[in-house]
C-alpha cells in the first residue's frame, strides 16, 4: 500500500518545515489514562492477545484522535512483540510490568535467526491499514518498535531492571551470543518497521527507553551502529518517511548523530535542557519534546509549556512529553495542553 500523499502538519515539520504552532500528539496518548481504553483492554485481559486483535488495535489508536484531536495516531502495540513472536513468551502481571520466559540462548538464536516474521505480524500490519483509512488525510500514522539494545535488556533480564547488571553482565561474559542478539534485533526491528511502512505508517519512532544504561565505550556498537544500520535500510526503501529516534537520557550524544544520520529526529526526555537543545540540535534536526509527564499529570505545567513552546518553536519542532503519559494523568489536563499549543504564535 502507498501512503497518502497529504499535507500533515507532523511529516511536514520532521521534514523540517514550518507549520505556524507546532504538532502535537503524546507518547503512550493510546493508553491507560483513558476509560475508553481500560473499557476495551477489561474485554481482552491478555496483552500479547490484545496487541493481535486488530479490532481492538483499531479501536485504542483512534480513540485519542477522536477525544483530543491530536496530529498523529500512533499504533496501538508493544515493543515486546518481536521476542514474542520468536518464542520468548511475554506475559503481563498487573503492578509488575512485562515478564518474559527464560530461554537457552544457543537455540534460541539458532531458531530466531531464520524465523521470518511477516505472516505473525499481519494482524498488526491489516491494523495500520485500516487506521489509516480510517484517519482523516492530514492525520499522521505513527509506527514504532524498540531499539535492538532496549528489546534486549528485557530479553536477557526477563523483565524489567532497575540497575542493569545482569545484561551488563551477559554482555560482558557472553560477547559473542550478545552480539548475535544485537544483530538478530537489528534485522527484526529493520524489517518490523519496514512493514508497518508498507502497511501505511507515514512517520515511525524508535524508542531507546534504556540507552543510558549503556556503558560509554560500547555506545559505538551497542546503540550507534544498530541504528545506523536501520535508519539507512529504511532510507534506501522509504528516503521520504520521516524517522524519530527517542534515546532517553543520552541527548548529549544528538548532534554527533545528526550530522551522521541526515533527516533523523530527535524525541528529547524531560532531564534535556531547551537552551541546549535550541543552540545545539536545533541547527541540525527536527526536535521533538519535552513536558515532564509527572508535572503534566499533576496539573502544573502551563508555565513548561510556554517555556518550551517559546525556546523550541521558533525552528521546526513537535510538542510531546519527555516520557509517556502517565496512568493517572487527568483528562482535562490533556484538553488544556492541546488548547495551549494550539493557540501558541
Not at 539494545?149 to 526477563?158: D, E, K, L, P, R
Not at 534504556?210 to 535508519?231: D, F, G, R, T
Not at 535500510?233 to 529516534?245: G, H
Request: charged share 25%.
Amino acid at each position: 500500500m502507498t501512503n497518502l500523499k497529504t499535507e500533515q502538519k507532523l511529516t511536514q515539520t520532521l521534514k523540517g518545515e514550518m507549520q505556524g504552532s507546532p504538532p502535537i500528539w503524546l507518547m503512550r496518548q493510546a493508553g491507560r489514562y483513558l476509560p475508553e481504553y481500560q473499557a476495551e483492554r477489561a474485554m481482552l485481559p491478555d496483552f500479547m492477545e490484545f496487541c493481535f486483535t486488530p479490532e481492538a488495535v483499531i479501536k485504542v489508536t483512534l480513540q485519542p484522535i477522536e477525544r483530543f484531536g491530536f496530529d498523529a495516531a500512533i499504533i496501538f502495540s508493544d515493543i515486546l512483540t518481536i521476542p514474542h513472536l520468536l518464542g520468548q513468551t511475554v506475559t503481563f502481571a498487573a503492578g509488575h510490568g512485562p515478564m518474559l520466559e527464560k530461554v537457552e540462548w544457543d537455540s534460541f538464536l539458532k531458531k530466531s535467526i531464520e524465523k521470518d516474521l511477516t505472516q505473525e505480524y499481519q494482524p498488526l500490519y491489516q491494523s495500520i491499514t485500516i487506521v489509516r483509512h480510517e484517519l482523516s488525510s492530514e492525520k499522521a500514522l505513527i509506527g514504532f518498535a524498540g531499539s535492538p539494545w532496549t528489546i534486549a535488556t528485557y530479553m536477557v533480564q526477563c523483565g524489567k531492571s532497575q540497575d542493569f547488571a545482569a545484561i551488563l553482565k551477559f554482555a560482558k561474559e557472553k560477547p559473542e551470543i550478545f552480539k548475535q542478539l544485537i544483530n538478530l534485533l537489528t534485522d527484526k526491528v529493520t524489517h518490523l518497521l519496514l512493514g508497518q511502512i508498507k502497511a501505511g505508517c507515514d512517520v515511525v519512532q524508535i524508542f531507546d527507553s534504556w540507552a543510558s544504561a549503556v556503558p560509554e565505550e560500547h555506545h559505538e556498537e551497542l546503540l550507534w551502529n544498530p541504528l545506523e544500520k536501520i535508519y539507512k535500510s529504511l532510507k534506501k526503501v522509504y528516503p521520504e518517511i520521516p524517522v524519530i529516534y527517542y534515546g532517553r537520557g543520552i541527548s548529549k550524544h544528538y548532534p554527533e548523530l545528526a550530522k551522521k544520520l541526515k533527516g533523523l529526529a530527535f524525541g528529547l526526555d524531560q532531564s534535556v535542557s531547551l537552551t541546549w537543545a535550541k543552540k545545539e540540535l536545533q541547527p541540525l534536526a527536527t526536535v521533538q519534546g519535552n513536558l515532564d509527564p509527572e508535572k503534566f499529570a499533576s496539573g502544573e505545567f502551563e508555565n513548561d509549556v510556554s517555556n518550551i513552546l517559546n525556546k523550541l518553536s521558533q525552528k521546526p519542532f513537535v510538542f510531546n512529553l519527555g516520557h509517556g503519559i502517565l496512568r493517572h494523568t487527568p483528562i482535562k489536563n490533556v484538553y488544556q495542553l492541546v488548547e495551549q499549543v494550539r493557540n501558541y504564535k
